[in-house]
């Protein structure tokens, strides 16, 4: 029963940057491929990108490629999405879970909001 602690989100001005990040507690991930997913309003979640155990990145969301790294640290238990060159519409709630089986213990999220 891992639970998941998304931070770091906030109002960024379109052109700025974030670094979000996800705590995952009550069970080690490190043999886990892990995403980042978001959800726009009145919208599913969606996968923006994964990262596979090793540390690879696996998939980028052809909408955020180029901008978004994500990155892990399994001896901490931690997935991060460092997110540059933001836009308007990637403001969303953004999550993490499992990449491969997401789990349906989502964590709070946290909000990402892109506006001048």
């Known amino acids: 029963q891992v639970q998941f602690v998304e931070s770091g989100g906030g109002l960024v001005q379109p052109g700025g940057h974030l670094r979000l990040s996800c705590a995952a507690s009550?069970?080690?991930?490190?043999?886990?491929?892990m995403g980042w997913y978001r959800q726009f309003p009145g919208k599913e979640r969606e996968l923006a990108a994964s990262?596979?155990?090793?540390?690879?990145?696996?998939y980028y969301a052809n909408s955020v490629k180029g901008r978004f790294t994500i990155s892990r640290d399994n001896a901490r238990n931690t997935v991060s999405l460092q997110m540059d060159g933001l836009k308007p519409e990637d403001t969303a709630a953004y999550f993490c879970?499992?990449?491969?089986?997401?789990?349906?213990?989502w964590g709070q999220g946290t909000q990402v909001t892109v506006s001048a």
């Open positions: 879970n499992f990449a491969t089986a997401p789990t349906n213990d």
């Open positions: 990262i596979n155990n090793l540390g690879v990145p696996t």
């Open positions: 009550g069970s080690t991930i490190s043999l886990a491929s």
